[in-house]
């Protein structure tokens, strides 16, 4: 430890980060009496200037900013001291990156959009004062024990007004998430920052970085050219509204981003909004903090919003697509939600309404644009208006055309002499060519697996219409905790057909191993004791399991998994 900090003001106690130009401690404000974080920077690069700079420009801007999401500059070495520190407020909840390690990756969707919200009010707070960040990262991102996001190492952050800094003209920043022109070395602004904001927004909800972590040459070409996986192929059961905002953020150039942070903010709050999160870091803060039975629940509360949100969407057909989006993900959360797949079915048949509401409105306006249209040649004094396959329908005949309706012309006459029309031109009526396959709808609860003549196709809810040839097919689904279900279908060209299939959930299997004494009660009902001996059969969900023994009562709330066995030991077992 730089032992002349310890002994002056601060009292370093252990070192709680080290990167490429400094290292991080917690210590103690010997004044003040308060934890903080001090920054140090090595030794070796006391000595050159561009990191020297950097170091106190990191400190000097953001200092003046006090933002509840950017971290806190306390205090700074003077110029001429050695070494050159800066003192931050000591944030205790690790960084962004450490909890998507701790979460196998990626985050819920409501966590990450939650991170996402306080990033861009911190953003939007350092862009007003004329700062752009240029490192934006997981890593970068700090979180508080009560949820709060901080944004933290501003090192290559620069003022507008006073250009950027380089080093050796090397990049200054992380590869995977810089923008392009930054790339480039072109000029920098607040849409970087939002570049870099849509790379972690799409790694917070997919687990993987759009660019890739590889080789930087490799990153960077990735860059150049927008090559990256469309975030619906990583899950289709994203937001459409947040694949949008990500979609927008990583455009190549910047005048096709966002121009501010603050205009994505409200966008991400209202989604927050609908799934009952208006507060953010209180969210965070219960989510880290809830065990396995708190965080099912706080799931079941986002499907019940997300099936109320889908339902107000479908009652006045505002948006199909969005609610099926919900839809899909409410089911992936609770396949058994019967709500959802209800929805699901009733799609179907709002999207027939529209199209006959649709086709009615345009022969409508085809009626209305053809009277005006021969009312204006009248007031014009024109002449007849020649027939057109429109007209003959509405109209009779003339009393001496031809008897052939399906190739109609008009008689010779000194205005107009007589024309046949080409074959496949549009005056020869067709057929309309019938559809080659049929269509079939399929929807199942719980969710399956889809195989079409033994050929995986898909899973439920996410398939969607499945073309299927003329003839007989075999459709099978299957999912692990139910029997499979073998549909067969007789398609025939041109026809949909609409399925919903329930599969029989296996029952779940319960073996309660009793202590001496004990009355069992399973769901409130009586446990004989000869079934104690054996596996009980109960239906897949929460059972609750009471033992008395004596004047002493425990219920224990097990999750039965269908097709599982669970045990259940007495609390009385090992007690005296």
Known sequence: ????????????????????????????????????????????????????????????????????????????????????????????????????????????????????????????????????????????????????????????????????????????GSPSYMAPEQIDGDPVDARTDLFAFGIILYQMLTGSLPFGDGQMTQILNRIATADHAPLPELDATVDPRVVEIVEACLSLDPGDRPSTAAG?????????????????????????????AARKETSYATVNSLVAEARELLAGARNVTLAMALLDRALALHPFHFEAYRLVQ??????????????????????????????????????????????????????????????????????????????????EAKAPAKPATATLRLASRPWAKVFLDEEFVGETPLLRDLALPPGRHVVRLQNPRSQAVSLEIDARAGETIDRFVELPIFPALL??????????????????????????????????????????????????????????PSPFLATP
């Open 1 to 172: 430890m730089p032992a002349m900090l310890s002994t002056g003001r601060y009292e370093l106690q252990e070192e709680i980060g080290v990167g490429a130009s400094a290292r991080v401690f917690r210590a103690l404000d010997a004044d003040l009496k308060r934890t903080v974080a001090v920054k140090v920077l090595h030794p070796h690069l006391r000595t050159e200037g561009h990191f020297a700079l950097r170091f106190r420009r990191e400190a000097s801007a953001v200092a003046r900013i006090e933002h509840p999401n950017i971290l806190r500059i306390y205090d700074v070495a003077p110029e001429d001291h050695d070494p050159l520190y800066f003192v931050s407020e000591y944030v205790d909840g690790g960084t962004v990156a450490q909890w998507l390690d701790e979460e196998g990756g990626r985050l819920p969707h409501e966590m990450a959009l939650a991170v996402a919200l306080q990033v861009l009010r911190g953003l939007q707070a350092a862009h007003e004062a004329g700062i752009v960040h240029r490192d934006l990262k997981p890593e970068n991102l700090m979180l508080t024990r009560g949820g709060q996001v901080k944004i933290a190492d501003f090192g290559v952050a620069f003022r507008e007004a006073d250009g950027s800094i380089t080093v050796d003209g090397n990049l200054l």
């Open 264 to 292: 994505l903010h409200e966008r991400i709050a209202d989604i927050l909004r609908r799934r009952a999160v208006d507060d953010p870091a209180e969210a965070i803060r219960r989510f880290r903090e809830a065990d396995e």
């Open 346 to 427: 009733s799609i179907g048949g709002v999207q027939k309404r529209r199209s006959v509401r649709v086709g009615l409105l345009a022969v409508l306006l085809t009626v209305a644009v053809i009277g005006l249209f021969q009312a204006w040649t009248v007031l014009r004094g024109a002449a007849p208006v020649p027939e057109s396959p429109a007209r003959s329908v509405l109209t009779a005949p003339e009393p001496d055309s031809p008897a052939r309706p399906a190739e109609p012309t008009l008689p010779p006459g000194p205005r107009e002499p007589t024309r046949k029309a080409p074959a496949g031109a549009a005056g």
């Open 511 to 568: 073996r309660i191993g009793a202590a001496p004494g004990d009355t069992v009660l399973l769901d409130g009902n009586p446990v004989d004791s000869d079934a104690l001996s054996q596996s009980i059969e109960v239906a897949h969900g929460e059972r609750n399991v009471t033992f008395r023994n004596g004047d002493r009562e425990r219920t224990i709330v097990i999750d039965a998994q269908a097709g599982r066995l669970s045990e259940v």
